[in-house]
């Protein structure tokens, strides 16, 4: 079964960082694409950035967040990651990790909220 | 950047009823266009790949049709559990964009 648990999210000041993390398992984790995708609250839902399996082929990120987030993999641990310096308001969302077949989004985890406040 | 319009954003229907939520992108997309069903406080459930492809364990009422930029989901005889947010979303190009979302309620 085809598992992705987010972890990481919080409360953090405007200007701070945080790192979420997506646990893979159920699944050849190296062999699929994967994203970060949010929501912030009452909104839509808002891609964030996209890593290829090898993690070093592309890498793509959403023009709200490029220059301040990191998206990264470590495949040996099955593990996702988002870098998130220089947080601000608009950045409060649930974050979800969502696995990329190369024809999109097919399985998402339950998400971590990061709200962004002082 | 592709624009997804996603209409309506609020529908409500009765058990039995047949209902159709529309995508429009703002180019042509081909087929990369999916659907997603989501409850509150649960994960997205991936329903309808390729713009018709119903993915394996979904109830067969659920149907998408359209190609290019016009793109539909069906909802056929519908019950009491399809009551959820539906969005779509289109991987033709990066970024990824999504629909704003339709709130399905079931009277």
């Known amino acids: 079964e085809v598992q992705l648990v987010e972890s990481g999210g919080g409360l953090v000041q405007p200007g701070g960082s945080l790192r979420l993390s997506c646990a893979a398992s159920g699944f050849t984790f190296s062999s699929y694409r994967m994203n970060w995708v949010r929501q912030a609250p009452g909104k839509g839902l808002e891609w964030v950035s996209y890593?290829?399996?090898?993690?070093?082929?592309?890498?793509h990120y959403a023009d709200s967040v490029k220059g301040r987030f990191t998206i990264s993999r470590d495949n040996a641990k099955n593990a996702l990651y988002l870098q998130m310096n220089s947080l601000r308001g608009e950045d409060t969302a649930v974050y979800y990790c969502a696995r990329d077949t190369g024809l999109g989004v097919d399985y998402w985890g339950q998400g971590t909220l990061v709200t962004v406040s002082s | 950047e592709t624009t997804l319009t996603q209409s309506p954003a609020f529908m409500s229907a009765t058990p039995g009823d047949k209902v159709n939520i529309s995508c429009k992108a703002s180019?042509?997309?081909?087929?990369?266009m999916n659907w997603y069903q989501q409850k509150p406080g649960e994960a997205p459930i991936f329903i309808i790949q390729e713009a018709t492809t119903l993915v394996p364990g979904i109830p067969p009422r659920f149907s998408g049709s359209g190609y290019g930029t016009d793109f539909t989901l069906t909802i056929n005889n519908i019950e009491s559990e399809d009551a959820a947010y539906y969005f779509c979303?289109?991987?033709?190009?990066?970024?990824?964009?999504f629909g704003q979302g339709t709130k399905l309620e079931i009277k």
């Open positions: 890593i290829s399996g090898s993690g070093s082929s592309a890498v």
């Open positions: 180019q042509d997309i081909d087929d990369d």
């Open positions: 979303l289109q991987h033709d190009n990066f970024p990824y964009t």
